[in-house]
T-cell receptor, first 112, second 114 residues
């Protein structure tokens, strides 16, 4: 099975940098995803890591260490619109397909 | 154009009723999914279909029956609705069941069982 842990809530200031951590235990690993979900909306894809290291995409970066079962999402130059839930999801094989197991999400609140 | 669409967006019904939710994707993807997001915002996979074939079937009550008439459509029928079925149901799709592909989510269907 898979177990994914991330903080429930975080608060940060507009313009600052915030790091959202995710730790996982999995019986089969085939990549880690970060999704953003605004209240009442669908999750939208932010980043994907399958190899160790940092992936950068504009203001968002995601890091993976497979040996430590650890990832983080780094958000720079925070904006009010970044207030949302950030979901860490691990992909593993099951039967004939990929299965995403989601963490419970980290609710980020960006304040002035 | 909406990539993954679901109908209805809101569904309010009485316990014991039977209801269906429909999903369509126009991305040309082979694989589609149903997820349930409960009141604590925990998103959990229920089913996955690849080219109309069921490939993932999590521990879901058999009151839930998915159907995929073609690879662009995945519907979810729920019999004998219970209070605990109240949640947001998301449909998603990906290019294939394997490979480094992300999943694209529909807008969700908020089901409320009274």
């Amino acid at each position: 099975g898979q177990n994914i842990d991330q903080p429930t809530e975080m608060t940060a200031t507009e313009g600052a940098i915030v790091q959202i951590n995710c730790t996982y235990q999995t019986s089969g690993f085939n990549g880690l995803f970060w999704y953003q979900q605004h209240a009442g909306e669908a999750p939208t894809f932010l980043s994907y890591n399958v190899l160790d290291g940092l992936e950068e995409k504009g203001r968002f970066s995601s890091f993976l260490s497979r040996s430590k079962g650890y990832s983080y999402l780094l958000l720079k130059e925070l904006q009010m619109k970044d207030s949302a839930s950030y979901l860490c999801a691990v992909r593993g094989f099951t039967g004939g397909g990929n299965k995403l197991t989601f963490g419970t999400g980290t609710q980020l609140k960006v304040e002035l | 154009d909406t990539a993954v669409s679901q109908t209805p967006k809101y569904l309010v019904t009485q316990m014991g009723n039977d209801k269906s939710i429909k999903c369509e994707q126009n991305l040309g993807h082979d694989t589609m999914y149903w997820y349930k997001q409960d009141s604590k915002k925990f998103l959990k996979i229920m089913f996955s279909y690849n080219n109309k074939e069921l490939i993932i079937n999590e521990t879901v009550p058999n009151r839930f029956s998915p159907k995929s008439p073609d690879k662009a459509h995945l519907n979810l029928h729920i019999n004998s609705l219970e209070l605990g079925d109240s949640a947001v149901y998301f449909c998603a799709s990906s290019p294939s069941a394997g490979g480094p592909y992300t999943q694209y989510f529909g807008p969700g269907t908020r089901l409320t069982v009274l």
